[in-house]
């Protein structure tokens, strides 16, 4: 089962090797976390400085804003074919 790190942790570990403190290998050495989610922790902040671990069951405004509107495309599409088949037997 994989680890759940808080927010804060993250971001720890983010601020050390920022600082220049060590490289992301003896930072996730002395953190006691693999190298690799240490680098995907870094990519993710450097992709979204001001939001990059929204939390959990919490989505980004744009993440969303996406899923809002993938149901109402769907909910468009059932009434769509709702329709079709009512016009069929007009």
């Known amino acids: 089962?994989?680890?759940?790190?808080?927010?804060?942790?993250?971001?720890?570990?983010?601020?050390?090797?920022?600082?220049?403190?060590?490289?992301?290998?003896?930072?996730?050495?002395?953190?006691?976390?693999?190298?690799?989610?240490?680098?995907?922790?870094?990519?993710?902040?450097?992709?979204?400085?001001?939001?990059?671990f929204p939390g959990s069951g919490k989505l980004s405004p744009d993440d969303e804003l996406i899923r809002k509107l993938e149901r109402q495309v769907r909910d468009l599409r059932e009434e769509n074919e709702i329709l079709k088949k009512a016009a069929a037997y007009f």
């Open 1 to 52: 089962m994989a680890r759940q790190y808080s927010t804060e942790f993250k971001m720890e570990a983010i601020k050390r090797v920022e600082a220049s403190e060590g490289s992301v290998a003896s930072v996730a050495r002395e953190l006691g976390i693999k190298i690799n989610t240490l680098h995907g922790w870094l990519k993710r902040y450097r992709e979204k400085p001001e939001g990059p």
